[in-house]
């Protein structure tokens, strides 16, 4: 995969909403081939509706989440912080109480 260089004007990019099981989240995503990079908000109150085996690189942009584990483990970040994992190595889902907005990478190369 080779990407040239590019730059990505975020306003010219249409939200998409996913509502959770409580809250809502709203995506804007640039998919290129084999990588997926979106800018996501979660409301106040937002639950992730599903248990997620996908691997990502979440970095909090603004406000903070825990990011919960099957396993009940719970990790909080907070703006400035990151996450890595790679597909199927967890099953993890978001919550934040205040709202949040992330940067979140994914793709082909995250496959185990």
């Known amino acids: ?6 730059t990505i004007q975020w ?4 939200k998409e ?17 084999g990588l997926r990079i979106r800018l996501v908000e979660y409301s106040p109150g937002y ?7 996908k691997g990502h690189i979440v ?4 406000g903070g989440f825990n990011s919960e584990l099957s396993t009940g483990e719970v990790f909080t970040l907070s703006k400035g912080e990151s996450y890595v994992v790679s597909d ?3 099953s993890h889902r978001s919550v934040s109480q205040k709202g949040v907005k992330l940067l979140i990478i994914d793709g082909d190369f995250l496959k185990g």
Do not use: K
């Not at 639950?47 to 085996?53: S, V």
């Not at 970095?59 to 603004?62: A, G, R, T």
């Open 1 to 6: 995969m080779s990407i040239p260089f590019q």
């Open 88 to 90: 199927e190595a967890s």
């Open 17 to 33: 909403e996913h509502v959770g099981e409580q809250g809502t989240s709203y995506w804007q995503t640039l998919q290129l081939p």
């Open 11 to 14: 306003d010219n990019i249409p």
């Open 59 to 62: 970095h909090c942009l603004e």
């Open 47 to 53: 639950l992730a509706d599903h248990w997620c085996r």
